[in-house]
């Protein structure tokens, strides 16, 4: 992979560059400030694959690059791995909401390293499969089957906003069982995902999820929320604790713009998405299994239609995953 790090402090890019060399990295381009990288980024021919950040920089702080890395066409879509010294809440969030996928805090071993990279070639393996096949089907539409697979999180660069589902995991991860207490899960249900999946070429389903997640985004736009695409037509959506949202009350509202968006196509008679919404999971007070479960339990839940739709008479369904 073609490597970008970030660092100002000088012994520490030494470690990093020890940690790649013994790992095999060797095309890595190493920065001492947010400037210098952002001007690295914009002047590279071909987008890095993997940028590794500190946060707590001179000038423009890690945080402030990442963000304005991510408005260049060339860093749109490079997946950033966070390593920092700073732990702190604001910080992690801060990091995340800019669009780092991971975070790690020093001091570092090189299995810390080791594991963050596999991940990002993983995710880089998958945007470069996708890619190549949608060159593919200018010329042969019969590839289209293979593109993704419908569990696939596959990622949606063109929605704001919009995270890759590992980022949500390994923001709960990074959080950690105490800070899990502050958060919430929820999980917006494509219910005739798979029958869409089956119907549409697959360039037409990805739209049609870009779609949703944008209509999904507006009605949650006065929410604090993290939001990601996780396969299998689910949408995870992660929550203060004492959220005020109302998922029976969501879930109209997303299938009422759902249908005002089709109804402004010039495709009347097209086979509209079904929104479930599943109800609010939340932490149990001695929850002791693994912080992703929130995300796993509120999927499992979106899979049934709420039992009440309204507020006067709904019982709510609160989970302690």
């Known amino acids: ?49 993997c940028c590794l950040c500190d946060i707590d920089m001179p000038g423009m702080t890690g945080i402030e690059f990442v963000r304005n890395m991510r408005a260049t066409d060339n860093g749109k879509r490079t997946p950033v791995v966070m390593i920092t010294s700073m732990g702190d809440q604001q910080s992690i969030d801060g990091a995340f909401q800019a669009g780092a996928l991971d975070y790690l805090t020093k001091p570092i071993d090189l299995n810390d390293v080791r594991g963050r990279l596999n991940a990002v070639e993983r995710i880089h393996r998958e945007n470069r499969r996708f890619e190549s096949m949608k060159a593919m089907l200018r010329d042969h539409s019969t590839v289209e089957q293979s593109v993704h697979e419908f569990e696939e999180a596959v990622t949606l660069d063109d929605v704001e906003g919009l995270m890759h589902f590992m980022a949500i995991r390994n923001y709960l991860e990074t959080v950690g069982r105490m800070r899990l207490m502050n958060h919430a899960a929820l999980c917006i249900h494509i219910a005739n995902g798979s029958r869409l999946y089956n119907m549409l070429t697959r360039s037409a389903f990805m739209d049609m999820l870009g779609d949703v997640a944008e209509i999904v985004r507006e009605e949650l736009k006065t929410e604090h929320h993290m939001l990601a695409y996780a396969g299998k037509g689910d949408f995870v959506v992660l929550l203060p604790r004492l959220t005020s949202l109302e998922p029976g009350e969501l879930e109209p509202l997303i299938n009422a713009s759902i249908d005002m968006f089709y109804n402004n196509l010039d495709e009347p008679d097209a086979v509209r998405p079904k929104i479930n919404c599943g109800p609010i999971v939340r932490p149990g007070l001695l929850h002791l299994g693994a912080a992703t479960a929130i995300l796993d339990k509120a999927r499992s839940l979106a899979q049934f239609p709420l039992p009440h739709k309204s507020r006067a008479d709904r019982t709510y369904l609160e989970a302690n995953a």
């Open 1 to 49: 992979m073609k490597i970008l790090a970030v660092d100002d402090d000088p012994v520490f890019r030494e470690i990093l560059r020890t940690h790649l060399e013994r790992l095999n990295h060797h095309d890595v381009v190493y920065c001492a400030s947010g400037e210098e990288a952002l001007h690295a980024v914009m002047a590279a021919r071909q987008p890095y694959d």
